[in-house]
């Protein structure tokens, strides 16, 4: 089996971040999708995810570190093994006891032991059997998590929905399952979807994070949306009722007569809704669209009703 630290590329000193960098960079390399009946591609893909299982678990890389491959096969017992590396030294030598009760005198004659008879016990009995095989003796361990990421539209982040999410196995194939969005995820948000991650008792978890994508119209602030009204400068003017349509559903606005560019009105309740607690607000920034331009005959009256009018005389500085 292939050194897991040369599978990836990185020294045996390389920090998480290190691992998990050229991990990424790897699969995406060798990923099936981008090397569609590629064999050699496939290989390699399913090689750099078995060693990232490993050398991504600070535990399963510590015991990697100090026993080597024999430390992947399934139901090792690194109390035994370092019993046996102990004990080593004397075999054949004038004996010496295995700590724990596990002696050579289990084996009849120490210096006719083989090593799979030692083996044999320090697996908890049967034959050592390759990863994914069931032994006897094997004790429970708690499968790898995956982490990965998925992006969402920022109105389906904010009503909830499901998305698909395809898993590769390191062992070649894939599965498909929907993954829930609550309403309310934020950008960055993490999702944690339990026991379908890495085999395992009991099975590893599946860790997201969620990238939420930004919207022509809204915008987030905590719990709050913020959202630019168009308004017809009639409709400024005289006030009362417009129609906005929200994230909700349409709503009544009643305008005050006289409404400014950028004036802020709110909505409560109309914001963000995560789980039980109370919504945020919605607030609606006033924004007066004019006409297009080149009608002479709206110029004309708007330059009989406001002739003469000084709208910037109080940016006074003094002068």
Known sequence: MKDLYQTLGVSKDADAREIKRRYRKLTQKYHPDKNPGN???EEK?????????????PDRRKLYDEFGEMSLTQGF?????????QARSGFGGGGGGFPGGMNFSNFGDASNASFDDILSQ????????SPGASGMGQRPRKGQNIEGEISVKFLDALRGTKVPLRIDSSQGGARTLDVRVPPGMADGGKLRVRGKGG??????DII?????????????????????????????????????????GTVTLKLPAGAQSGQKMRLRGKGVKVGKRDPGDLFL??????????DE????????????EKVRSKLDFGE
Do not use: C
């Open 39 to 41: 064999k050699q591609a």
């Open 45 to 57: 893909f399913k090689d750099v995810s078995t060693a990232y299982d490993v050398l991504g678990d």
């Open 77 to 85: 017992d690194p109390e035994r093994a370092r019993a046996y590396q």
């Open 122 to 129: 320090l697996f908890g009995g049967g034959r050592v059997r």
């Open 199 to 204: 085999p395992g008792n009991p099975p590893g």
């Open 208 to 248: 997201l994070t969620v990238h939420v994508k930004t919207h022509p119209y809204l915008r987030r602030e905590g719990a709050n949306l913020h959202m630019d009204v168009p308004v017809t400068a009639l409709e400024a003017y005289r006030g009362g009722p417009i129609d906005v349509p929200t994230p909700w």
């Open 285 to 294: 920034h006033l924004q007066i669209k004019l006409p297009e331009p080149g």
């Open 297 to 308: 005959r709206l110029a004309e009256l708007l330059e009989e009703l406001q002739a003469g």
